[in-house]
């Protein structure tokens, strides 16, 4: 069963870095056809992917945020990380680390969500 | 970017209705389409992905279809457990997008 669990600074100063680790127990990071992700929810609205990582160090990031974010692994703490810059009070938002696991479904890969940290709130004020 | 675009943006059900929600995307993403429940406080939580494949342990009341640009997730006897905020999610092409979320409320 893999777990997640998200850590970092509750509170950012705007235009400060907003920088969180996510630690990965039950499964390597190094597992291939496993992605890595942080998702985030404002406070009452919905959910924003910001962006992914593979144990090769392979990156996709959100375009509206890409310009701001750098995301890294570290296999041997078995751990991945965001860094977020320059926040204002609208990146105030409940972050999720999650992982895409592969699935086969009528003979198609799928890749969903399938295990998620508990979230983290990151208040930039 | 594809949007998705869910509806209703929320629902009042009583326990044992049939209940559907609708997920629309603005092109075509096959069946890379999953569906996620999540309750206040917690993180959403994976029911089905590849449009209409429940994962392992989700009750079989939760079923989805669709394929292309329209999607539906839907229960069939609610339960006291299945109030709460429905999201879908694409996976078909970057940047993964999410549905803006369907409140199901008790009636």
């Known amino acids: 069963q893999v777990q997640l669990q998200e850590s970092g600074p509750g509170l950012v100063q705007p235009s400060g870095t907003l920088s969180l680790t996510c630690a990965v127990s039950g499964g390597s990071i190094s597992t291939s056809n496993w992605w890595w992700s942080w998702v985030r929810q404002p406070p009452g609205k919905g959910l924003e992917w910001i962006g992914e990582i593979y144990y090769s160090g392979s990156t996709n990031y959100s375009p509206s945020l890409k310009s701001r974010v750098t995301m890294s692994a570290d296999k041997s703490k078995n751990q991945f990380s965001l860094k977020l810059t320059s926040v204002t009070a609208a990146d105030t938002a409940v972050y999720y680390c999650?992982?895409?696991?592969?699935?086969?479904?009528?003979?198609?890969?799928?890749?969903?969500?399938?295990?998620w940290g508990q979230g983290t709130l990151v208040t930039v004020s | 970017d594809i949007q998705m675009t869910q509806s209703p943006s929320s629902l009042s059900a009583s326990v044992g209705d049939r209940v559907a929600i609708t997920c629309r995307a603005s092109?075509?993403?096959?069946?890379?389409l999953n569906w996620f429940q999540q309750k206040p406080g917690k993180a959403p939580k994976l029911l089905i992905y590849g449009a209409s494949s429940l994962l392992s342990g989700v009750p079989s009341r939760f079923s989805g279809s669709g394929s292309g640009t329209d999607f539906t997730l839907t229960i069939s006897s609610l339960q006291p457990e299945d109030f709460a905020t429905y999201y879908c999610l694409q996976t078909h092409t970057t940047p993964w997008t999410f549905g803006q979320g369907t409140k199901v409320e008790v009636k």
């Open positions: 999650a992982r895409r696991g592969q699935y086969f479904f009528d003979n198609v890969r799928y890749l969903p969500f399938d295990y």
């Open positions: 092109q075509s993403i096959s069946t890379f």
